[in-house]
T-cell receptor, first 113, second 111 residues
Framework: GAGVSQTPSNKVTEKGKYVELRCDPISGHTALYWYRQSLGQGPEFLIYFQGTGAADDSGLPNDRFFAVRPEGSVSTLKIQRTERGDSAVYLCASSSPGTDTQYFGPGTRLTVL | GEDVEQSLFLSVREGDSSVINCTYTDSSSTYLYWYKQEPGAGLQLLTYIFSNMDMKQDQRLTVLLNKKDKHLSLRIADTQTGDSAIYFC???????????FGAGTILRVKS
């Protein structure tokens, strides 16, 4: 079956621009997670959705970051006024109802010039 | 708060066993995970262990958990060159659904 997919795989943007990163979870998975992985580090939690609602957004670094999941499936991570420090790989994961095991997508590598 | 620590680098010869270690701070963690990341790729779930278990074996992989010392290890038997990757330990705190990751251990397998 299909795994978690993320688009685009690479995104290069200029400082100050707006970007959207998309995540398609595994079919039937109700929970969706976003993480950010900087070079040489482990992934850091950003936000967690259960269905359509953000159940925990404590990892979002500031109000330039926002994520939505309007129909409880696909999610979009939105970053306004990008900064060079936002450059990282953004990973999405999903898990099935009743389990905590998270399955990750390939990530989107964001580069802010 | 939660914190997970791992050694940075491990080098082994092909055919030897590899042991990757991890320590964590949250004693209420419910599950502990091992993920593998190859260059340019996402995270692949290798195995996990529930916090009330001491050991779990899955083919070439053996996970040992010492809950008293908050120490987790991953043993890979008969290590192959294809096992070269970064290995991440992660804990799942009791409250909340996020995973807390270590910085990863680079495993290099020499042929």
């Amino acid at each position: 079956g299909a795994g978690v997919s993320q688009t685009p795989s690479n995104k290069v943007t200029e400082k100050g621009k707006y970007v959207e990163l998309r995540c398609d979870p595994i079919s039937g998975h109700t929970a969706l997670y976003w993480y950010r992985q900087s070079l040489g580090q482990g992934p850091e939690f950003l936000i967690y959705f259960q269905g359509t609602g953000a159940a925990d957004d404590s990892g979002l670094p500031n109000d330039r970051f926002f994520a939505v999941r309007p129909e409880g499936s696909v999610s979009t991570l939105k970053i306004q006024r990008t900064e060079r420090g936002d450059s990282a790989v953004y990973l999405c994961a999903s898990s099935s109802p009743g389990t905590d095991t998270q399955y990750f997508g390939p990530g989107t590598r964001l580069t802010v010039l | 708060g939660e914190d997970v620590e791992q050694s940075l680098f491990l080098s082994v010869r092909e055919g030897d066993s590899s042991v990757i270690n991890c320590t964590y701070t949250d004693s209420s963690s419910t599950y502990l995970y091992w993920y593998k990341q190859e260059p340019g790729a996402g995270l692949q779930l290798l195995t996990y262990i529930f916090s009330n278990m001491d050991m779990k074996q899955d083919q070439r992989l053996t996970v040992l958990l010492n809950k008293k010392d908050k120490h987790l290890s991953l043993r890979i038997a008969d290590t192959q060159t294809g096992d070269s990757a970064i290995y991440f330990c992660a804990e799942s705190p009791l409250y909340g659904n996020k995973l807390v990751f270590g910085a990863g251990t680079i495993l290099r397998v020499k042929s």
